[in-house]
């Protein structure tokens, strides 16, 4: 069955830096589009960052343009996302996705989803 864990959350200072990483498995990682959510408590699931199937065109959220980096490596079926200059606004439960088809940045074009994995940025 569809598998997506992830990995590499926590605590960090403002203007750090981490990397979130997404093990996939049972189902063919390189044919599909994938992206990067997240939600803060209180808040709607919000689009962080996409990547298409293959070489993998990007697409990212205004509010992390410049900051993240979104990248996979087929071979090893794991999608990344570097966060750098990372802000007190950055904290949320990330999750990553796999699209179904539709709307990069639409919630409701992915069709499974990780547990998330919380993100803390101190001020």
């Not at 063919?28 to 298409?52: C, D, H, L, N």
């Amino acid at each position: 069955q569809v598998q997506l864990v992830e990995s590499g959350g926590g605590l960090v200072q403002a203007g750090g830096s981490l990397r979130l990483s997404c093990a996939a498995s049972g189902f063919t990682f390189g044919s599909y589009a994938m992206g990067w959510f997240r939600q803060a408590p209180g808040k709607e699931r919000e689009f962080v960052a996409g990547i298409r199937w293959g070489a993998g065109s990007t697409y990212y959220a205004e509010f992390v343009k410049g900051r993240f980096t979104i990248s996979r490596d087929n071979a090893k079926n794991t999608m990344f996302l570097l966060m750098n200059s990372l802000k007190p606004e950055d904290t949320a439960v990330y999750y990553c996705a796999r699209s179904g088809g539709g709307t990069y940045y639409d919630s409701r074009a992915y069709s499974y989803w990780g547990q998330g994995i919380q993100v803390t940025v101190s001020s």
